[in-house]
């Protein structure tokens, strides 16, 4: 069984490669459509209009500002959904490559969810300019925290796609059970809601989706400035580690066979 030092060396070799799978990436996503760049701002928009519509015109959100509320939660949601639904099937995508050419197989995960990081991180640029229009950059020392929850959601959906991506190789019907999952998941985090309109019997069982604690860290720091609970970083920080962890492991196992099944 190759050493996780030799594996990381490998991929530190391959460096160039995940460059370019990025750039890729990034470039392919909306090759031939008319805007194409602009639906990495234009799809996160559309949802925002939509959810402020039903949460504040129609079922009465009692929160203040409630489109930034939403907003500051949702544009990260949209990351780890699109890694959740579309990155499982990023080694299919890849099936002529992986057949033909020898590479590290954690390259095709690693570059996706990367890419996907990289139009998330843009999307926070209109995150920063309607908070600063709203007034809500006034204690700019809290945003120290926000390359840490980021760091930590990058990681938790590089594990899940890891699995995920690895589990699709040998049973496609995983991507299309991840659609629904993905659908429904995102309803039981607290991204169009407060967590503490959550019942208290109810709150410990929402904090064991590993998204609850990392989409309360993001509204602390953005939406209501001001440091996230310690308690709420460190459950964030190790069900990143964590998943991270199963999930590289769980593709070191099942990668020996992808050429065969694919």
Known sequence: MDSTIDRLKELYYYREMIFTQVHRNLRGRYKGSALGFLWTF???LFQLIVYTILFSVILR???E??????????I??????TCMSEGCGCLRDAED???KVYFPREVIPISYVVSQFINMLL????VFVALFIAGRLDKPAVLIYLPLIMLIELSLALGLVFVF???????RDVKYMLSIITMAWQFMTPVMYSVDMIPDNLRGIFYLNPMTSVIVAYRDILYYQRAPRIGTLSLACFMGIFFLTVGWHLFNK?????????
């Open 42 to 44: 234009l799809n996160p």
């Open 123 to 126: 999307c926070f640029i209109i």
């Open 76 to 81: 990260p949601w949209i990351f780890f959904g």
């Open 165 to 171: 991506s690895a589990w699709t190789v040998y049973l």
């Open 65 to 74: 500002q409630y489109s930034l509320f939403l907003f500051v939660t949702l």
């Open 61 to 63: 959100s009692p929160e």
């Open 97 to 99: 490559m992986i057949k």
């Open 254 to 262: 099942l990668k020996r066979k992808f050429a065969e099944y694919l």
